[in-house]
């Protein structure tokens, strides 16, 4: 398995709270998310998990603290800028247009932030492919509509590779899957720690498995 030296974070939080009126859901949290690493990020459902992950995806915006990006202060302001820093977040429910292809659902957001008027649709077709298969033998053909709900996740996870994502956010990501499909996608998660991707996995099931595969790998 490759080694990572750097071992400044790709991901840091200092000190960040959020309200929701008179509800603190987070209160001065601090958090860092190292190289290639997976991070599981566990708690009962109100715990503030997907608060902390939405305030990282821009889609909050913390009442105080500071985000931190290769050691670098950011403000993220929207999930476009979220994703111009190499963060993807496949959130637990599934947003896929399912009447359409693989390919042009992990295609999608790279077509939609195309700074030109042509686009190559065979070179789209390919890099679609190539994402997609790195993870399952899965035909960007195929209709979304078509597939498993773990299939589905993986198509999920595609979109953020495409965009180069460095930082990859897993919410709940087993709620719907069989203990088979479970043990699939924690594969492919360490695969993906090998390519260099770190990884938040938030969950409150399953977390014995996924020590166990961790650990095995």
Known sequence: MMEFSNQIPVLEIKN???TFGSTAALNSINFELLPGEIHAV?????AGKSTLMKIIDGIHQPDSGEIYIKGEKVIVKNPLIAQQLGIGFVHQEIALCTDVSVAENIMMAKINTSAGWFIDYKALYKEAYEAINQLADIDPKQKVLDLTISNQQLVEIAKALVLDC???I???PTAA???QETDI????????????ISIIYISHRALLRFHESV???
Not at 42 to 46: H, K, L, P, R, V
Not at 185 to 196: E, H, N, P, Y
């Open 185 to 196: 996608l924690f594969t492919i998660m360490q695969r993906l720690k090998a390519q260099g």
């Open 215 to 217: 650990s095995k790998g």
């Open 42 to 46: 566990a708690g009962e459902n109100g």
């Open 177 to 179: 899957l069989t203990d």
């Open 166 to 168: 460095k930082i990859l």
């Open 170 to 172: 897993l919410d709940e």
């Open 16 to 18: 960040v709270t959020k």
